[in-house]
Nanobody, 123 residues
Framework: QVQLVESGGGLVQAGGSLRLSCTAS????????MGWFRQAPGKEREFVAG????????YYVDSVRGRFTISRANAQNRGYLQMNNLKPEDTAVYYC????????????????WGQGTQVTVSS
């Protein structure tokens, strides 16, 4: 198991930027692929971005491609989600998740989750 803690959420105006961090502890972070998910009120949790164990491969949902960048620093046991040109529809609780093996895009394929961090984008 790996424990995950997100940080960096907040309130930002449309067009602004935020950088989310995910700090891992408990196991070797490089053993896990990482994903970022988000959940808006009344909606299901959805995949946003994923990154392979050593950062070679990245994946994005179409709605954030070109605006968000996922990255990781295994030596610091950290993952990141840089979010630029934010839109009101990006408002949600953002979660980082980790799984052994490759990147996956569904919630039930991840066994490790953080507690989430709120991102609110005002228009």
């Amino acid at each position: 198991q790996v424990q995950l803690v997100e940080s960096g959420g907040g309130l930002v105006q449309a067009g602004g930027s935020l950088r989310l961090s995910c700090t891992a502890s408990g196991r070797t972070f490089s053993s896990y692929a990482m994903g970022w998910f988000r959940q808006a009120p009344g909606k299901e949790r959805e995949f946003v971005a994923g990154i392979s164990r050593y950062g070679v491969n990245t994946y994005y949902v179409d709605s954030v491609r070109g605006r968000f960048t996922i990255s990781r620093a295994n030596a610091q046991n950290r993952g990141y989600l840089q979010m630029n040109n934010l839109k009101p529809e990006d408002t949600a609780v953002y979660y980082c998740a980790a799984r052994r093996g490759g990147v996956a895009s569904t919630t039930d394929e991840y066994e490790n989750w953080g507690q989430g961090t709120q991102v609110t984008v005002s228009s």
